[in-house]
């Protein structure tokens, strides 16, 4: 073996795989067995945490930068003048054992330019996780992105492999689609997502009546939006990962801040500051949808298409609707107190637990982890202290601003400083 080629070769393809950001707990089950390598029982990837606690890498590469498509928004494509490099099948097997005895990694994350047509790299990267689990009895978490046009006899094998499967949508809307990688279909990246579904449900199923029956990318499927490249806006961007979810029971949907790459009149110019708060948004907005009970029409509609740079989504939405105010955390229903802005999921549920028992106050409260800085002035509780004042949206905003921190407060310094 060449190491000093394998060395150049992950250098190029762990480098192109950056851009890929759909890295997260993986909900997986596999343990190990006959005496094999790994175990995914509860394991994530790549940097991030699980729901134990742990936090744990991956091996994340690319399996060729070699791409037949010429994608506006992506460093891989085929007009871009980059050093180009692929692995071979054996060498990918290799370099995951090698690291995995190590103790660098805990599973793999394979991506891929595509080379030739989109079947013979789909082949390529199920031909990877298939030795791993067959001739190495690697029992570690391996993520799969699926091939957009790959056929469904791919498809199939490669759930029977990975852990999870991830096609990236890239552009949230058809028109953006067309504009940025017109040589790519829209029904190429729906085709793998619906046969991934369709599989997990029909595995599921059998499950229930034979128990031998194998599992089928027991994580899931994924995706992944490109913010900022195309001009969506933040309804259009939500309203495609609410469709995604219900659609094809993706288990998460990523937006990744377009980093500018290229020069080209379509897209933002090179050194334009990168949308991470935006992203930051989209996140905070894809979880009150996900476990908050909210819809997408209460937070992004005509009036209001894009989020509020200077306050979360949930404030946002709290400070336009507060005829629903103030909530008496005594009294109301779970779906109410999960409205509240500063009352996270956990709180919500410490309240229903400890109302059991006395009503609450606002000391209460604060030992339960209500943030009451932004709290205070949507409910009422057992005090007279802090009640029914009488402050419009402006006033409550701006008295919040004040005492509010956070990561991006000093890139947007400026508009913030308004309201001190």
């Known amino acids: 073996m060449d190491f000093d080629r394998i060395r150049e070769k992950l250098n190029i393809l762990a480098d192109a795989a950056k851009y ?14 006959a005496k094999g390598l790994g175990n995914a029982s509860k394991m994530g990837i790549c940097h991030s945490y699980t729901e134990d606690g742990r936090c744990i890498s991956l091996l ?27 692995f071979k099948i054996q060498e990918v097997v290799d370099l995951t054992i090698n690291f995995y005895r190590r103790n660098y990694i805990e599973g793999l994350f394979l991506s891929s ?7 013979y790299t789909m082949e390529r990267l199920v031909a990877v996780a298939k030795k791993l689990r067959e001739e190495e009895n690697f029992n570690g978490y391996i993520h799969l992105k699926s091939i ?10 490669a759930g029977l492999y990975a852990d999870r499967l991830s096609v990236n949508i890239e552009v949230p809307t058809i028109s953006g689609l067309k504009l940025l990688a017109p040589d790519k279909k829209h029904e190429d990246f729906t085709k793998p997502m619906l046969k991934v579904k369709n599989e997990i449900v029909r595995f599921q199923t059998e499950r229930k009546i034979i128990k031998s029956t194998p599992k089928y990318a027991p994580a899931g499927q994924s995706t992944q939006m490109i913010v900022g490249a195309s001009g969506e806006t933040d ?56 476990f908050y009970g909210f819809a997408v029409n209460e937070i992004l509609n005509k009036e209001h298409p ?46 229903m637990k400890a109302r059991k028992f006395r009503r609450l106050n606002w000391d209460h409260l604060k030992k339960i982890g209500v943030a009451l800085n932004r709290a205070q002035y949507f409910m009422v509780c057992d005090s007279r202290h802090w009640e029914r004042r009488d402050l419009d949206a402006e006033k409550i905003k701006g ?22």
Not at 21 to 33: L, P, W
Not at 242 to 249: D, S, V
Request: net charge positive; glycine share 4%; hydrophobic share 35%.
């Open 20 to 33: 890929d950001v759909s890295c997260a707990s993986s909900g997986s089950d596999r343990t190990n067995k």
């Open 113 to 119: 330019g595509i080379f030739k047509n989109a079947d």
């Open 148 to 157: 957009p046009g790959a056929s469904d006899e791919l498809m199939y094998e």
């Open 306 to 351: 894009n989020l509020d740079m200077d306050v979360d989504p949930k404030l946002s939405w709290a400070l336009r609707n507060l005829h629903h105010f103030p909530v008496d955390v005594n009294m109301a229903d779970k779906r109410l107190l999960a409205r509240i802005p500063g009352i996270g999921m956990q709180s919500v549920e410490k309240i």
């Open 235 to 290: 309804k259009d961007i939500m309203y495609s990962a609410t469709y995604y979810y219900k659609t094809y029971q993706m288990r998460r949907v990523y937006y990744s801040g377009y980093v500018p790459v290229a020069d080209d009149v379509r897209l933002p110019a090179i050194g334009s500051q990168v949308p991470m708060l935006r992203e930051n948004r989209l996140y905070q907005t894809d979880w009150l949808l996900r």
């Open 60 to 86: 994340k590469i690319l399996l060729t930068n070699h791409c037949i498509y010429d994608c506006a928004y992506c460093v891989t494509r085929k007009s871009n003048d980059i050093k180009r490099a692929a």
């Open 399 to 420: 008295m919040i601003l004040q005492t509010s921190s956070g990561k991006f407060r000093n890139l947007y310094g400026n508009q913030l400083s308004l309201f001190n």
